[in-house]
């Protein structure tokens, strides 16, 4: 590994990249399902990471069903990252799948559509067996179940799926300068150090029977100098 390589470990991975993701303005129930499609298409060597570094905030959309004909599914998500849209994309292609035995996933307006190639191991989580395939501005999950379940209690199923396993045995190589600007943007998503909050982290100063006090030590002679 070069000098200007970071081997990171999954877990800080997955920490960093929700941290961005709440910055980015994504509705709070999907932080974790953006969070590990942003995970999973760094894992596959898809640059996932990279799709975070200097995002604007925005770009959240509600895919929208066009139109339905049995299995098959058009979708509209005109500017949505692809993946923002994805876990929605899978949740319709298994739920699809369910009632008609395969599903046929078209959409269109996806940007950085190369990271929806995440809906294969992402889709195997959910006992489906997911091919990307159409074009760059009309993508299609094709979707049908799967024969491959991974076993409970497994190494692979722990890290969350077989794309993950290697990051969690020995992590992910990620550039040291991409990493840094990521670390130093998601330390914005955490709430601003005051007595208050430090109350809720870790060891909290407590007052004769009053239980937690908003005084905090530091704070006082930091202020009087």
Same mark, same amino acid.
Request: no cysteine; charged share 15%; aromatic share 4%.
């Given at each position: 590994?070069?000098?200007?390589? #970071?081997?990171?470990?999954?877990?800080?991975?997955?920490?960093?990249?929700?941290?961005?993701?709440?910055?980015?303005?994504?509705?709070?129930?999907?932080?974790?399902?953006?969070?590990?499609? @942003?995970?999973?298409?760094?894992?596959?060597?898809?640059?996932?990471?990279?799709?975070?570094?200097?995002?604007?905030?925005?770009?959240?959309?509600?895919?929208?069903?066009?139109?339905?004909?049995?299995?098959?599914?058009?979708? !509209? +998500?005109?500017?949505?990252?692809?993946?923002?849209?994805?876990?929605?994309? #899978?949740?319709?292609?298994?739920?699809? #799948?369910?009632?008609?035995?395969?599903?046929? @996933?078209? @959409?269109?307006?996806?940007?950085?559509?190369?990271?929806?190639?995440?809906?294969?191991?992402?889709?195997?989580?959910?006992? +489906?067996?997911?091919?990307?395939?159409?074009?760059?501005?009309?993508?299609?999950?094709?979707?049908?179940?799967?024969?491959?379940?991974?076993? !409970?209690?497994?190494? !692979?199923?722990? !890290?969350?799926?077989?794309?993950?396993?290697?990051?969690?045995?020995?992590?992910?190589?990620?550039?040291?300068?991409?990493?840094?600007?990521?670390?130093?943007?998601?330390?914005?998503?955490?709430?601003?150090?005051?007595?208050?909050?430090?109350?809720?982290?870790?060891?909290?100063?407590?007052?004769?029977?009053?239980?937690?006090?908003?005084?905090?030590?530091?704070? @006082?002679?930091? +202020?009087?100098?």
């Amino acid at each position: 590994m070069s000098a200007g390589t #970071l081997r990171v470990s999954l877990r800080e991975t997955r920490l960093v990249t929700e941290r961005i993701v709440m910055l980015l303005g994504v509705p709070k129930g999907a932080w974790p399902a953006v969070r590990e499609a @942003v995970v999973a298409a760094e894992a596959l060597g898809l640059e996932g990471l990279a799709f975070l570094d200097g995002r604007a905030p925005g770009g959240w959309v509600t895919p929208e069903i066009t139109g339905e004909d049995g299995p098959l599914i058009t979708v !509209a +998500a005109p500017g949505a990252p692809a993946p923002f849209a994805l876990p929605a994309l #899978l949740d319709l292609a298994v739920a699809t #799948l369910a009632e008609h035995g395969t599903a046929v @996933v078209t @959409v269109t307006g996806l940007t950085d559509t190369a990271l929806l190639r995440a809906a294969g191991p992402l889709g195997a989580r959910l006992g +489906a067996h997911v091919r990307v395939s159409g074009t760059e501005g009309a993508p299609v999950l094709e979707t049908s179940g799967s024969t491959t379940a991974i076993p !409970a209690g497994s190494r !692979a199923a722990m !890290a969350g799926g077989e794309h993950l396993l290697e990051a969690a045995l020995h992590g992910l190589a990620v550039p040291a300068a991409l990493w840094w600007r990521l670390y130093h943007r998601s330390n914005e998503a955490l709430t601003e150090d005051t007595p208050l909050s430090r109350n809720h982290a870790g060891a909290a100063l407590l007052t004769g029977g009053e239980g937690l006090t908003e005084t905090d030590p530091d704070y @006082v002679a930091e +202020a009087a100098s």
